[in-house]
């Protein structure tokens, strides 16, 4: 049984940083996909980066430049380093992984395992 559990949120001023943490377990195929969404109040849930098994990195045009997205060397951790955050960055955020296969684009309709999340509130 894959588990994912993501720790690190709070609240922050704008232009602060926070970094999210993904703990994994219960997976021991090569393949995959790890990705991070969020979801603010009255929106739908956004796509906010992914990474493929095999390094690459994927991420929403809003966040470029300001997050980043990695894993540590066994895998089972997966981060997302958020920098110069924005109030537009509030809302919870939560990782999935998408077994056997590695990224596509980004999306949420192919992962196959949720976090519960974990909430960020990014004040002006």
């Known amino acids: 049984q894959v588990q994912l559990v993501e720790s690190g949120g709070g609240a922050v001023q704008a232009g602060g940083s926070l970094r999210l943490s993904c703990a994994a377990s219960?997976?021991?195929?090569?393949?995959?996909?790890m990705g991070w969404f969020r979801q603010a109040p009255g929106n739908e849930r956004e796509a906010v980066a992914h990474?493929?098994?095999?390094?690459?990195?994927r991420y929403a045009d809003s966040v470029k430049g300001r997050f980043t997205i990695s894993q540590d060397n066994a895998k089972s951790t997966l981060y997302l380093q958020m920098d110069s955050l924005k109030p537009g960055d509030t809302g919870m955020y939560y990782c999935?992984?998408?077994?056997?296969?590695?990224?596509?684009?980004?999306?949420?309709?192919?992962?196959?395992?949720w976090g519960q999340g974990t909430q960020v509130t990014v004040s002006s």
């Open positions: 219960g997976y021991t195929g090569r393949r995959f996909c």
């Open positions: 999935a992984a998408r077994r056997w296969y590695g990224c596509v684009s980004l999306g949420s309709a192919y992962f196959d395992t």
């Open positions: 990474i493929d098994s095999d390094g690459t990195t």
